[in-house]
Each structure stands twice: as C-alpha cells, then as structure tokens.
C-alpha cells in the first residue's frame, strides 16, 4: 500500500520537476504547470469587476510582521492601465516591469497608450513560450489582473501562469476566490450600468466573502481607472465611506 | 582603421592630427586611403576595387517627387500633389500615385526618393496588416502612424543613412482632424495648412492668405488648385496631372488624375528680357 | 495510456518501446479534450467554425477569439490549450510579414503550411521543449491561383489538405456529417450554416456553456480572411439552435 503511495508521488513528482511537459493528473491531460496556478491560490484574493465606463481593483493585503509595512499588490503600468497581482510577489512585480516597458516601449513610438488587450495578449504570449513550453525556466507563479481603459472602453483581463488569457466582466483570482466569483456573478447583469461609488462598494462586498477578518483601510487596498478618469490607487480618506457602508451591511 | 589620435592642440582641437606632426600616422593613412581590391572569400568571382575613403551611405536622391500640399478643412482633410517622379531633372515617371491609403482612416504622400517612400509604405502595410490580424476593431489614428514615422525618421538619421523625404499623414479618427509632417531628419510638426518640398515657399503664402479651418470643401479645393497652379508655373518638376486626397469621418478617397487650367500666354511671358533687362 | 508512470513519456526525445512518442499522443490528446474546430472548403471559399468552451461564467461575450487572421488572405482555427494555439497563430503572422518583406508578395498557401508544419514538428524533436498542446484548421487563398485551400496542422508536425476536417471534442460525429455534405456544390454561405448545425448538434451538453464562432475566406469577403459578418453568423446559429430543440420536442413526443 506504501509501496503505490510512494510510486504515485513519486510519478507526480516527476512531472512537477519538469513544468513545461504535458503531464497527466486526474485522468485529465494538463500541462503540468498546474503547480504554478496553485502559487496564485496561496496569494491574499484579488478582485476586480467593471462597468461601461470603470474598471475597480481590490485586493487583500497583509504585512509580513507588525514590524514591516503591507506588500503593495496593486500597480500602475500607464495612465490608463493597472494591475493587481496574486501569487508570489516578485515574480508580480517581474511581470509589472515588463508590462510598465511595453507600455512606455508603446508610447515612445506611437506617442499614445497600449490597446488593453493587445499588452494582456503580449504578457500572456510571453508566459506560454517562456514559462511552460520550455524547459530551464519555471512559470511565472502570479495570476495578473489588468485593468485598463483604451479608445474602446473598459476592460478587465486576467493573466494566468499558463499563458491563458480571459477578458471578464467581473473576476476574482487568490485564495478563497471561488467565494467572491459566485458573489460577483449575481451582478454581471447589473454591473454594466453602476456608478463609479456602486462599484467600488461591490469589489469590496466580493473581496469580503474572501476573507474571514474584516476589512479595514490596513488590510484592503482599491485602485480605479474609467473612461473618464486615469488609473490610481485610493486613499485612505476615500476608502473610509464606503468601508463605513460595508461595515452597516453587516450589522 | 586609422588609430585614433590623441592630439590637444589648442587649434585644431582634440583627436585631430595635422599631416606632418606625425609621419607614421601620415604613412597609415595614406595606405588606409588606397584603392583595395577584393576577392570573394571564397575565391571565386571577380575581385573588384572599392574606391578610398569613408564608408558613404546615402548622398542624394535620385528619383524625386516633389511638392505635396495639405490643408484642412470643414469635414475633413485634403492632401495634393501631382503624379510625376523625376530622374534628376528629367521627367522619368509621369504616372506615379505618390499618395497612398495607410489604413481606413490615414492617407500619406511624399516628396523626395521615391524607393524610400516605396520602404516606408511597406513598413506601413506591415503596421495595418498586424491591426487586421489581431482583428479587435481597434486601427493605428493618423497621429499615430506621424508619431511612428517620426521615430523612423529620425532614427535613420542618427545612422547617417537618411529616408530621403518629406512625408505629409493626414487622417481623421475619433472626431480628430490630423495633418502633419515630418522631414528627413526627423523634424516635424502639424497645422491646419502645410506643404512640403518647394511647395513650402511657394503655396504656404497663399494658404496663409487665404486658409480658415472652417471653410467649405468646394472653397478648400478650389484653393488648393490655385496653390498648385501657383508651384506649377514655378516649379520644373512639376507637371500638370495632379490627384487630390480626402479625409472625412465617413472614410477616405483619392480623386483620379485631373488638370488645372493653365495660361502661358501671359503678355510679359512673350518677351521676357525685355522686362528684366540685363537678367539674360 | 500504457505510457503513464513508465518514464517513456518524459521527453520527447525517447521512444516508448512500441514506437510510440508519447508526449506527442498526449498533445494530441490535449487536441481532441479541446472545443470542436472544424474546417468546410466549398466552391467558393472555405468556412471555419469553432466550438469555444466558456471556463468561467463572466467572460465577456465574444472575447477569446479561438479564430483569427493570421495575414490578410490567411487564417486560422485552433482546437486544444488555448494559448498554444496563440502562440502558433503568432509564429504564423511572423511567417507571412517574414515572407512578405523578403519578396515583397503575399506568402503562398503550400509555404505558408509547410513552414508552419516545420515549426510544430521541431517541438517534437527536443528534450527542452513539449510539443503544441493545438491543432489548428488552416485556410488560405492562394494568391497565385485564387484558389481556397484548407490544411490541418497537428501537435506531431503533421500537414495534410482536406476539403473538410473536424479536431477537438466530437470530431468523429462531426467529421461524419462533413462527410455527408456535398462540398464540391456548396457555397460559403450555405457551408456557414451547416458548420452551425454541425457545432450545435454535436456539443455535449454535459459541458459547460460554448459559444460558436464563424469565420470565412471567400469572394463574399473580399478574398479576405474575416468573422462571418455577424447578422449572418448569429441568423446561421439561431437557426442551428431551433433545429436542435425541433428535433429534441420530437424525440421527447
């Protein structure tokens, strides 16, 4: 019995130290780089929905010690364009890097910002042939989602280690995210058409049902892009309101 | 290679070594100087001579186009220029379409090195053909293509081997009326009326008269025929068959050939010394 | 698989020893656990479709494309891992612009296939790679002869013309009524349709939602690979879809 315990861990084991190989798990043909996507489920969740005109990013954040500040889990790559990362931050901000270069690569040349999809297509792309088809590198293990505004509105992209890429109207990624995806899936009808404030108001309601402790201006962070407005994190003053309100809901 | 000297002669300045300072630096040069002849590393074909000096790149153009003007106007963008490429001064090409379709929204033309312009439209196709496949609806704005071609530009004149030409990009997306230029060093700008080529001090004085942003379309045509007339009864390589190009929100068209009424038989043509004496 | 778990299925570069190389069966495997694809070439133009599965409920809709240009008068439809398929419709762009600036045409259908087989076929060769987890359908004009032509591209290297072809989930069934269908008479216009039917028809409901995407290379498009304009294509799936449930009620009765 130990005996074919041991030759089953042993065989996974195998194809886990060669991430870049199709492998077999469950009966179901993978790529084996399934390990990677596990490493985005170890990080705090990360949620992000949009309407017509604004994309909101809200992510749980955590310090390491109470000695330390929290990692910064939400970045800017352009005016226009943020991304919030889940996983093992310094390959997140790896990834930031290199989307900050296309981003500025872009607008040297063309003196106009990235089209969203086309810089999540790029990220993605590059993951697929660097990190999980060849060998002699590992895969990136941090789940991106970018949020961005270009000439044809508002889009939110999720990145994952795989290369795949999705554009959702609402997405949760991290630890506990399936809680926040079947809050946020209730409004995807709704969502299209709420006001900057009812959107903030739902990233957090979604990022809550991810985490038992309460939300606080230490341990949330929210950023907000729009049609209308650049891409920035929210202050604390700004977070307090609609904290204040999520507090009533559950009261 | 020349060895690179070290010379601070407060005169010359440093790095410059005058003949005679230095013989056995004279002798180096004068044999870096000398025609070689080559042979094929393979040691076949004839060996050929490459004349002494520099390495030179591009020195001057040889086929030509000249004069474009653009000018905006109430709907849109016009851009003309008339069809002719010339061999020197010689009128080689009679029926060369020097304004081309970028994308939906974007219209270029040229003065200068017709095969440059041919390398850039390609560098363009490959920019629209990209915009087709990732097919999500989005096009390069005519801003963008200037910004591109600016960057080109000037990069090729930091590597002392220029695009021989003067592009004009006009196009209107997004509500936007865009006409720019940009040169063969890479200088560059927009406004509502410009030309480039010879056309610059012929046909920007009367634009300058006579443009308004707002002005109607016949009103636009009309005066950008009298500009063409003005280069064409100044300019020799030019010739009358010229095209003119629109921009609109609702797409883009490039007119077929067409004249311009002409008149040489002015009465002060007839006997042009008499009025000039001494000029012949 | 008799591959599992006797270290034959490691690398590319050993043989099992009945010949077989199982990385590359397992990226064929991948293939057909992948949406449907198929490829219908008609009189006047070839049609693919795809049978895009939805992993998550809040995609947006149309998102994801599994179908794209790849040059103008080329484009492609992959089954399989998603982003393996990406990634050879990107190699595959390189492979046109590449041609197109070296001799300054259109590349022709046979060398644009050819190179691409060549390109998945080196995947199978190398310890430090893994084979495609993707098919793709191919279809070209060519632009010498005018004439539409369809290939297959398989993770092994593999490159075969068909006049009609279907990869991924339910290829067989799908395969079947490709068969049935007169090829040599037929027109795009009709062939959108049927490749509706065929995708409707042969989903698994057991599966999770799909969505059905259209693309055509025919005169109707100018020549030009695109989406099948979408009045056409949503008519062409309602269509397929009222058949479906016609033929359900009359089962049920």
Known sequence: MADNFLSKVRHELRYASRTFLLGVRKGVFTKSNVDA??????????????????????????????????????????????????????DGTAAIRALRQDCTSHSFTFQSQVEVCRLAGRIADKWQVVC???????????????????????????????????????????????????????????????????????????????????????????????????????????????????????? | MIPTRVSHN???????????????????????????????????????????????????????????????????????????CCYGSTKRYKSVERIKKVNSSTIISFTGELSDFHYIVSLLEELDTTDYCEDDGSELAPWEIHSYLCRVMYNRRNKFDPLWNSLVVAGVKHGRTFLGTVGMIGQHYEDSHLAAGFGNHMARPLFREKHTDDMSEEDARKLMEDCLRACLMRDKTMMNKFQIAKVTAGGLEISEPFQVPMNWGYEKFKDPTKHAVGAW | MSGIGTGYDLST?????????????????????????????CSDGVVLGVEKLLPF?????????????????????????????????????????????????KIPSKILADRMANYLHMFTL?????????????????????????????????????????????????????????????????????????????????????????????????????KVPKDIADEAIAAAKRALEDDDAMDAD
């Open chain 1, 37 to 90: 996507m596990e490493a985005v489920k170890q990080g705090g969740a990360t949620v992000g929905c949009k309407s017509k005109e604004y994309v909101v990013l809200a992510t749980l954040k955590r310090a390491a010690s109470e000695l330390s500040s929290s990692q910064q889990k939400i970045f800017r790559a352009d005016d226009g364009i943020g991304v919030a990362i889940s996983g093992l931050t310094a």
């Open chain 1, 132 to 251: 999980s088809q060849r060998s002699g590198s590992r895969p990136s293990g941090v789940g991106l989602l970018i949020a961005g505004r270009d000439m044809r509105g508002c889009h939110l992209y999720q990145v994952c280690p795989s290369g795949n890429l999705y554009d959702h109207v609402a997405a949760a990624i991290g630890a506990r995210s399936q809680a926040s995806k079947t809050y946020l899936e209730k409004f995807q009808v709704q969502m299209d058409n709420f006001s900057l404030q009812d959107l903030i108001l739902l990233a957090l309601r979604a990022l809550k049902e991810a985490t038992s402790e309460p939300l606080t201006k230490e341990t949330c962070t929210v950023a907000v892009v729009g049609v209308e407005i650049p891409f920035r994190v929210l202050n604390e003053d700004e977070l307090s309101s609609p904290l204040a309100k999520l507090t009533t809901d559950t009261q």
């Open chain 2, 10 to 84: 407060p005169i010359i300045g440093p790095g410059v070594v005058p003949f005679g300072v230095d013989p056995a630096y004279d002798a180096q040069y004068k044999l870096n100087q000398a025609p070689r002849s080559h042979v094929a590393s393979h040691g076949q074909g004839k060996p050929f001579t490459v004349e002494p000096g520099p390495h030179q790149r591009t020195q001057y153009p040889y086929v030509t186009g000249t004069t474009v003007l653009g000018c905006k106007y109430k709907d849109g963008v016009m851009i003309a220029c008339d069809t002719l």
């Open chain 3, 13 to 41: 570069t050993t043989y099992s020893p009945d010949g077989k190389v199982f990385q590359v069966d397992y990226a064929c495997k991948a293939v057909d656990n992948g949406g449907l694809a198929l490829g219908i070439k």
């Open chain 3, 57 to 105: 409920k809040m995609l947006v809709p149309g998102s994801n494309r599994r179908i794209a240009p790849v040059d103008r008068h080329a484009g492609m439809a992959g089954a399989g891992l998603a982003p393996d398929a990406r990634q050879i419709m990107s190699r595959a762009r390189s492979e046109c612009a590449n041609y197109k600036s070296f001799y300054g045409d």
């Open chain 3, 126 to 226: 190398y310890w430090s790679v893994r084979p495609f987890g993707a098919a793709v359908l191919l279809a070209v004009r060519d632009p010498a002869t005018g004439k539409y032509e369809l290939y297959l591209l398989e993770p092994s290297g593999e490159c075969q013309r068909y006049h009609g072809m279907a990869i991924g989930k339910g290829r067989q069934a799908a395969k079947n009524e490709v068969e049935k269908l007169k090829l040599g008479e037929m027109s795009c216009l009709e062939a959108v349709k049927e490749a509706a039917r065929i995708i409707v028809t042969t989903h698994d409901e057991k599966d999770k939602d799909y969505e059905c995407e259209l693309a055509w290379i025919c005169d109707d498009s100018g020549g030009e690979f695109k």
